[in-house]
């Protein structure tokens, strides 16, 4: 063969060898090409049973560290004391023996009014948390667990201005304790899954997403930062975990929106760790205090003030001889950021102030008269009368 057409023909071949090797390379790449398609189709197929898998997981993991809490009140029946129709009648004193629970009808009987609600175990020795509305006024608390084992619970503190408390109970066994993952990490649009007794049924797994985080002004407690949720919470869920699908508690189930669907609301985890710690350690939470009352700024106001938004607190009064009045804190005044962070609104001045050790020195920049100033307080320690109230507050 001529070598001139033996060189072309050779040249011809590597070239097309070249096309083909970069056509196969580039196909591999390319989005929607039939050589990665079945790769794609079988992840896709393999996706929801990647996320059912997950969930099966979590409610498996997480399952035997969540219980059921009973609880029972005793009252006295509201019925007149004195001569009864019937005197002394046998078969009137059977009748208000066997439905009232006494023989005689002029004694007030006790009646016994159980409730329930849902915890989860957070220590090996038997530490449950719960919300506090599940066991307020109680006058025995049960345990129950997963496998039906029930044992006599015991609060070892509550927080009622975090709706929070804390169960321990005797276990005959190892338990399941959960894991407390990081509340200040969560991201709207996250997978949520809700685990708890909801009308008294056992073990009951919801799910949703973290719909919102930051809430306030709910009206179910004093310092509220709540998680929302669209997981199906009803009533029975009160103090079980909101989970993330790490199996981690990333919130305790509180309050549902009664007029909605959809809606309902967790306290932050990390919320709670600083609670348990205290409950554990003191039996109690001690909070910082600077003894101001505190409101929102509304647009008219931030007009007349001067102010560029609506962030800040606005101080309606200070109570005298409190930290806020020795700083010299004056009605009017707003107060526009704490140790440096910005403040957003009065619920997080606040958390801000409570959660500062007693006896730190803090600065305040405050707009007062239509210009900027520093003031210095001294987180004092909330009196004891105010730390005893239930009743949500404004003040810090």
């Not at 009648?89 to 066997?98: L, V």
């Not at 345990?143 to 321990?168: F, N």
């Not at 056992?202 to 002004?217: K, L």
Request: aromatic share 6%; hydrophobic share 40%; glycine share 12%.
């Amino acid at each position: 063969m001529n070598r001139a057409l033996l060189g072309g023909l050779v040249g011809f071949l590597l070239v097309l060898a070249s096309a083909l090797t970069g056509y196969l390379v580039r196909d591999r790449v390319m989005v929607g090409a039939p050589v990665a398609a079945p790769a794609r189709a079988a992840a896709s197929a393999a996706l929801p049973e990647t996320l059912q898998a997950a969930f099966v997981g979590v409610a498996q993991q997480l399952g035997p560290a969540v219980v059921n809490i009973g609880t029972v009140q005793r009252s006295k029946a509201r019925r007149p004391i004195g001569p009864q129709p019937g005197g002394d009648d046998p078969f009137f004193q059977d009748f208000f023996k066997q439905f009232f629970g006494t023989d005689t009808p002029g004694q007030r009987p006790e009646f016994r009014q159980p409730s329930l609600g849902s915890g989860v175990i957070i220590d090996k020795r038997g530490l449950v948390l719960t919300n506090y509305h599940v066991i307020k006024g109680a006058d025995e608390i049960s345990v129950r667990l997963s496998d039906k084992k029930e044992y006599r619970g015991k609060v070892m503190g509550v927080d009622p201005k975090t709706d929070l408390a804390l169960v321990r109970f005797e276990p005959g066994h190892e338990l399941r304790v959960a894991a407390l993952g990081d509340s200040d990490a969560l991201k709207v649009g996250e997978w949520a899954i809700a685990i708890g007794n909801p009308f008294g049924l056992d073990q009951t797994v919801t799910v949703g997403v973290i719909s919102a985080t930051g809430r306030s002004d709910v009206g179910v407690a004093t310092y509220e930062n709540f998680i929302q949720t669209d997981a199906s919470i009803n009533p029975g869920n009160s103090g079980g975990p909101l989970i993330n699908l790490k199996g981690q508690v990333i919130g305790i189930n509180t309050a549902i929106v009664a007029a909605g669907q959809g809606i309902g609301f967790a306290i932050p985890v990390n919320m709670v760790k600083r609670v348990v710690d205290q409950l554990v350690e003191k039996g109690k939470v001690v909070r910082g205090w600077l003894g101001v009352a505190l409101q929102p700024l509304s647009k008219e106001l931030v007009q007349t003030l001067g102010l560029s938004s609506t962030d800040g607190a606005l101080v309606a009064s200070t109570i005298p001889g409190s930290p806020a009045a020795k700083a010299g804190l004056l009605q009017g005044d707003v107060i526009l950021s704490y140790e440096k962070t910005v403040v957003e609104d009065f619920h997080q001045l606040q958390r801000l102030v409570a959660e500062t050790p007693v006896g730190k020195p803090v600065t305040l920049e405050v707009w007062r008269k239509k210009q900027k100033v520093t003031v210095t307080a001294t987180v004092a320690e909330i009196p004891e009368d105010r730390s005893r109230s239930d009743r949500p507050s404004t003040g810090g």
